[in-house]
């Protein structure tokens, strides 16, 4: 082929590619027009919720296809009226505790809240510990006398 075709066919393929993305991209483009509040308040409240495949990215920041479906469910209950609690104790209740970026603290969300600080606490101690029984361990040997003449020449010259 002529390099006028390989030119043609470079063409034709971005062109199908600009169209595919744009089929793909364009709903969720639309739907973000058609209601600005509604998108703010879903911008505000992805940004508290936790993408349950990615699990440390934010709603707001995951692509992922159940991040999608958690948007959407989102900003169709705000478009019923929900308030934002009510929102994510919907979420909650369907999901659990780990939706939630910041979860409350109550007695079955502990762990994540303070078993980090235990954990230190328990690793300092047992290194407090292990490094006292090893200090205990190494004593302190005299010198001969033959050791402590050659230390003093060398300190001296």
């Given amino acids: 082929m002529t390099q006028r075709w390989w030119w043609m066919l470079l063409g034709c393929l971005m062109q199908l590619h600009v169209q595919l993305h744009a089929q793909v991209i364009g709903p969720e483009a639309a739907a973000m027009a058609q209601d600005p509040v509604v998108e703010a308040?879903?911008?505000?409240?992805?940004?508290e919720l936790r993408c349950l495949v990615c699990q440390n990215e934010s709603l707001a920041s995951s692509h992922a296809e159940l991040a999608d479906d958690l948007r959407r469910e989102v900003r169709s209950l705000i478009r019923e009226g929900k308030s934002d609690q009510e929102v994510k104790d919907f979420l909650v209740a369907r999901y659990g505790d780990f939706v939630l970026y910041r979860p409350e603290v109550k007695p079955l969300t502990w762990v994540l809240w303070f078993g980090p600080f235990v954990l230190m606490l328990?690793?300092?101690v047992f290194l407090?510990?292990?490094?006292?029984?090893?200090?205990?361990?190494?004593?302190p040997q005299a010198l001969s006398d033959e050791e402590r003449a050659r230390a003093e020449q060398w300190l001296k010259g």
């Fill in 41 to 47: 308040r879903l911008v505000v409240l992805s940004q």
């Fill in 122 to 124: 328990l690793a300092v």
């Fill in 128 to 139: 407090g510990r292990y490094l006292q029984a090893r200090r205990a361990q190494v004593t």
